[in-house]
């Protein structure tokens, strides 16, 4: 039976014709890609600036091609800047019945109200984060003021999306009935080369920014640090969970622990496990590689840095499956 277009469908006493809810962004998030862009293009505003306070005093075409030429770069960096502004401008939120979306002038993300897994909400400085993911990492994040995440946060209670406990991730916690064969901490050991080099080469940008507060270093290395940080900010917290968080082996997955924190981030069942083997061992630590079945295939994964590499394949149990 299909709905006459005049009558109201109710759920939770919301009208789910259309948008249940649309919001738009904090004025600080709106300012963040712009002020981001200002940075990057730090080198045409350092040009411009040169050419303003070196202006001739030659004959008057000089003085015209000068103001051309200084045209050229005050006129991309604004072009930019511009472009920045008007995109964050358009950002919106929109709920209806069947899906969270993002849109600026046509929609540029969407997640089925069926595939929301988790709902977090953080608080922030000027309001709150609200994310809903499919699983641990990623999602839609949205950073709204307090009154709107709170009409947000009812819509989608109506929709039967409930708040998850704080930090959740979607994985379930372990359950009392759940003996934990092993357990470890990985440590440096588990940035290989190309991964310590990659977080020395982000890092450093941001440490020297702190170390020397010198204006012509903040054009040089605040776009670098901040581009590095923005964009691989979740691959550094990821490094940093591995390194400092908890490894454990249960009678039926391995879990990986926030650091410093009970909440589990990570998991993979046992069931999904075809082989084990250390590929290299120093110092009463291994490279371990795995083997887990994915998507009807096989794929590899390396833990390094495991600390009792035996006692961690024998609570694997491979010979018992």
Same mark, same amino acid.
């Given at each position: ?5 005049a009558?109201?469908v ?12 649309e ?6 998030t ?24 070196n ?33 964050a ?15 600026r ?14 709902l ?7 309001g709150?984060? %609200? &994310?809903? $993911?499919?699983g641990?990492?990623? =999602? ?6 307090g009154?709107? *995440?709170?009409? @947000? !946060? ?21 359950a009392?009935?759940?003996? %934990? &064969?092993? $357990?470890?901490?990985?440590?440096? =050991?588990?940035?290989?080369?190309s991964?310590?080099?990659? *977080?020395?080469? @982000? !890092? ?25 940080? %923005?964009?691989l900010g ?17 009678d ?36 371990v ?14 833990l ?9 394949l ?7 499956r």
């Amino acid at each position: 039976m299909v709905a006459h277009p005049a009558s109201p469908v109710v759920l939770g006493g919301i009208d789910r014709r259309g948008a249940l809810w649309e919001g738009r962004p904090t004025l600080l998030t709106r300012l963040m890609q712009p002020l981001l862009v200002l940075m990057v293009t730090a080198p045409f505003w350092g040009v411009a600036l040169a050419m303003m306070r070196n202006p001739p005093s030659g004959p008057e075409a000089e003085i015209v091609v000068h103001y051309a030429l200084l045209a050229i770069p005050l006129g991309i960096a604004l072009m930019l800047v511009s472009a920045a502004t008007a995109r964050a401008a358009q950002l919106r939120y929109r709920v209806d019945a069947q899906a969270v979306e993002v849109w600026r002038r046509t929609r540029e993300r969407r997640m089925e109200i069926a595939e929301i897994r988790t709902l977090d909400v953080r608080p922030t400085l000027f309001g709150q984060r %609200v &994310r809903v $993911r499919r699983g641990p990492w990623g =999602g839609i994040a949205m950073e709204l003021r307090g009154r709107d *995440a709170e009409h @947000l !946060l009812g819509v989608l209670a109506a929709l039967g999306i409930e708040e998850s406990p704080a930090g959740a991730t979607g994985i379930d916690p372990l359950a009392p009935d759940e003996p %934990v &064969r092993w $357990r470890g901490s990985l440590g440096l =050991g588990s940035l290989d080369a190309s991964k310590a080099i990659a *977080a020395a080469a @982000l !890092l450093t940008p941001a440490l020297l920014l702190l170390l020397l507060q010198v204006w012509v270093l903040l054009l040089a290395f605040g776009a670098v640090a901040l581009l590095g940080l %923005v964009a691989l900010g979740e691959r550094l917290r990821t490094w940093f969970f591995e390194a400092f968080g908890t490894i454990l082996v249960t009678d039926r997955r391995i879990a990986w622990r926030v650091p410093g924190s009970d909440r589990l981030y990570r998991e993979l069942a046992l069931a999904e496990l075809v082989d084990a083997l250390i590929v290299e061992e120093k110092s009463g630590r291994a490279w371990v590689a795995l083997t887990v079945r994915h998507r009807g295939d096989v794929r590899d994964e390396d833990l390094r840095g495991v600390p009792d590499p035996q006692g961690f394949l024998a609570a694997l149990d491979l010979a018992a499956r």
